[in-house]
């Protein structure tokens, strides 16, 4: 785990416990071995510390949270480091995150490689540094600026962080060599600074600036207990001495380990990894090279997709059927670099460069070189297999051909060529530029070769790729349907828009379903609909009435001039009574707890039919699509995590009430569900069993 070697008095120390050195209790015991071997050496007057791979440290090993400490524990390692009588310098050598960079805090330099990262993430995992890293990183670099980057949890690279004061020397030539030669010099000097003494970067006006900044901070605060525990850990830098500080922080870590959004946290964390392993699908299997894409259809989503395309550096070809439709796709786009560069995020040179890699051309015969085709048009099948047809004859053999269909049959289109193992669904979400999901649909024909393409092309656009299987709405849109018509039941049933909407901003999303129907536009719903001969006798009379959502000016809100949100609306509060009577309902009041249940047991149970017929791999699976897709607060760890939480007999009884009480069978608790309730299981014991 940790490899030694003495070189012209340097002990250098090598972490090597892939794949990405965490410190786990094993290479903590090989630092603590290595810091005792070079004291007690007479002929080595200076350690290195850096490890193999290209990870420096990720930090804590997080798959040990929850369990027994093994010694030496993390502050034990930091002491032993920081207290060694003979200097240590971290030689970074790649990211070193949390308590990886915790461990290059408490050495007495840093030198970089060119290409490391360094940061403190905690923040995301529902955590905050546990290590010192609260009070030392403030010590080198100042308390806002320390802060900032403990709240967001973001890395800065090396040069930014030798430009703060993290890291002393970026290393230009070999790190070894200049981290060794740093390490003697100090040596010889007899150097060796500790942060902890450091006073200089904590001043008056240090302390308004984080002030100013806790103020920005307020919300996050009360949603999420850890920020609050890292500001009052980061404050103490000002009031309390080191040790005190370090003692706060590591009551604060150890209590929000046991906190149940930390452990949700972290649960997000490995299913987000875990979707990369796919059923059928082994390490070896091979990606074919996508040089160019081409999109087709140059509408919101199409245009959304090239940008996806251009921002990973991959050329594109932007096809409609005419010039104008064209045109219109490409202005759109330019609009959208041109916000970016407005708020500072884009250069007006990469917007240029970004823009050449898109180009526009009319007509489906454009496809000919591309080695990716993604289809965006509107939902009609018949549209969509005329198009996979040509498609089909114009494009080289082996060029995958990919639809952005939300919710029609992939098999079906893919039966509309002679290479449906080469036919793929890559379900984007809008803004496609934005939106980190992407539904990756296997078809029951679709080869693995072109699944292990997808994959690694969803990463490389910057997206969280979640392999499903073939059905309407596939795993995201399928669950939401039952959520829209849980809504609209509780209209009818006595609710109001903005009452079901504070229940469910309440429960931790960022919009509820109402505020987000107004802003998609409740048309499409609406065709829907009458496609498939469904009603929604308040969405569709608000429809009839014209009231399409914010587009419209009106929905189930009015949005006056320059509002920035709805504002609510007697008319639908009255329309939606007299659709009550109409339906001969007699309306009465739900509290927000009853709201989240009527509206989420039932998407919960939905999941469980997606597992039972395999449509996803895994519970993981599912949550990942709900939190990267539609917003389900990471805290809560999605819908099949939190069902768990719930209790599945809970959810399993509240529904059997649900469907006695509408006589809509649907909400029966399905065949998984009613056995996992009644074995007292949770869907996380099913593991990959089913
Ligand atoms: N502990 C345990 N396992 C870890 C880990 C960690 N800190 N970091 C990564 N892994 C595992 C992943 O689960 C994955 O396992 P798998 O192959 O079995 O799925 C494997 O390492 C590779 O990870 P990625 O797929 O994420 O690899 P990338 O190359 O894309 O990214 C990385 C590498 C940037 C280091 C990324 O893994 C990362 O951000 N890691 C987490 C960093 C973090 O949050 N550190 C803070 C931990 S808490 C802490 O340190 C507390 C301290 O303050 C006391």
């Given at each position: 785990m940790v490899r030694t070697a003495v070189n012209e008095g340097v002990l250098v120390a090598t972490i090597d416990n892939p794949p990405v050195n965490a410190l786990s209790a094993d290479v903590r015991r090989g630092l603590v071995e290595a810091l005792r071997n070079a004291a007690a050496d007479p002929q080595v007057s200076a350690l290195v510390i850096t490890s193999s791979g290209k990870t420096f440290i990720a930090g804590a090993d997080i798959s040990e949270f929850g369990k027994p400490p093994q010694s030496p524990t993390f502050p034990e390692l930091i002491q032993a480091l920081e207290e060694s009588p003979k200097p240590v310098v971290a030689a970074i050598n790649g990211a070193a995150l949390g308590g990886g960079l915790e461990v290059a805090l408490a050495c007495h330099a840093r030198v970089a490689a060119p290409g490391a990262k360094l940061g403190l993430p905690e923040v995301k995992l529902g955590l905050i540094p546990g290590a010192g890293g609260t009070q030392r990183l403030p010590r080198l670099i100042g308390a806002a600026t320390a802060f900032r980057m403990m709240r967001d949890g973001e890395p800065v690279g090396?040069?930014?962080?030798?430009?703060?004061?993290?890291?002393?020397?970026?290393?230009?030539?070999?790190?070894?060599?200049?981290?060794?030669?740093?390490?003697?010099?100090?040596?010889?000097?007899?150097?060796?600074?500790?942060a902890r003494d450091r006073r200089d970067r904590i001043t008056e006006e240090d302390r308004a600036a984080f002030e100013a900044l806790v103020k920005e901070t307020a919300r996050q605060m009360k949603e999420m207990p850890n920020v609050a525990a890292l500001v009052e850990t980061v404050r103490a830098v000002f009031d309390r001495a080191f040790d005190d500080g370090v003692a706060l922080e590591r009551e604060h870590f150890l209590r929000?380990?046991?906190?149940?959004?930390?452990?949700?946290?972290?649960?997000?964390?490995?299913?987000?990894?875990?979707?990369s392993r796919v059923p059928g699908?082994?390490?070896?299997?091979?990606?074919?090279?996508?040089?160019?894409a081409a999109v087709v259809g140059a509408g919101t989503m199409g245009g959304g997709i090239?940008?996806?395309?251009a921002n990973a550096g991959i050329p594109v070809t932007l096809i409609e059927t005419s010039e104008e439709a064209l045109a219109r796709g490409i202005a759109r786009i330019e609009q959208t670099y041109d916000a970016s560069v407005r708020r500072g995020t884009l250069s007006p040179e990469e917007k240029q460069r970004r823009l050449g890699l898109i180009a526009g051309r009319a007509g489906l015969e454009a496809a000919a070189d591309a080695d990716i085709v993604v289809e965006a048009v509107f939902e009609d099948m018949a549209v969509k297999t005329s198009i996979f047809g040509d498609l089909d004859r114009i494009t080289a053999p082996g060029a995958i051909l990919a639809t952005n269909t939300s919710y029609l049959d992939v098999n079906e289109i893919a039966a509309a060529t002679r290479r449906p193992?080469?036919?793929i669904g890559l379900h984007f979400f809008s803004p496609a530029n934005v939106m980190r999901l992407?539904?990756?649909?296997?078809?029951?024909?679709t080869s693995s070769e072109v699944v292990a393409t997808a994959l690694s092309l969803g990463r490389a656009l910057g997206k969280i790729p979640v392999v499903v299987g073939v059905c309407f709405g596939f795993v995201g849109n399928r669950m939401l349907s039952k959520r829209t018509v849980a809504a609209e039941r509780l209209l009818t049933a006595g609710a109001l828009p903005h009452e079901v909407d504070a229940a469910v901003t309440d429960f931790g999303f960022r919009m509820g379903p109402f505020a987000m129907a107004d802003l998609a536009g409740l048309d499409i719903g609406w065709r829907t609909r009458k496609s498939l001969g469904?009603?929604?006798p308040v969405a569709d009379a608000l429809c009839e009435a014209n009231r399409l959502g914010q587009k419209a000016g009106k929905g189930y809100y009015v949005y006056p001039e320059g509002a920035r949100s709805g504002e609510r609306d007697p008319e639908v509060e009255r329309l939606i009574e007299k659709v009550s009577s109409e339906l001969g309902i007699k309306r009465r009041s739900f509290t927000p707890d009853e709201i989240v249940e009527r509206l989420l047991y039932p998407m919960v149970n939905e999941g469980a039919r997606i597992l039972d017929e395999g449509i996803a791999a895994r519970t993981g699976d599912i949550d990942v699509i709900w939190l990267n897709g539609y917003g389900w607060p990471a805290w809560r760890g999605g819908p099949m995590y939190w069902a768990d939480q719930v209790g599945l007999a809970k959810i399993a009884d509240r529904l059997e009430a649900f469907a006695a009480e509408t006589g809509d069978d649907s909400l029966r608790p399905a065949p998984l569900l009613r056995r996992l309730a009644d074995e007292g299981r949770t869907f996380a014991s099913l593991g990959g069993e089913r």
């Open positions: 090396a040069a930014a962080a030798r430009d703060l004061g993290i890291v002393d020397i970026v290393a230009d030539s070999d790190l070894l060599v200049t981290a060794s030669m740093h390490a003697r010099e100090m040596a010889r000097n007899g150097s060796r600074p500790a929000l380990i046991e906190d149940d959004r930390s452990k949700a946290l972290r649960y997000v964390f490995f299913a987000e990894r875990e979707t699908l082994s390490k070896d299997t091979q990606a074919r090279p996508l040089r160019r090239a940008i996806c395309f193992e080469d036919v992407l539904e990756v649909v296997r078809a029951e024909r469904q009603k929604a």
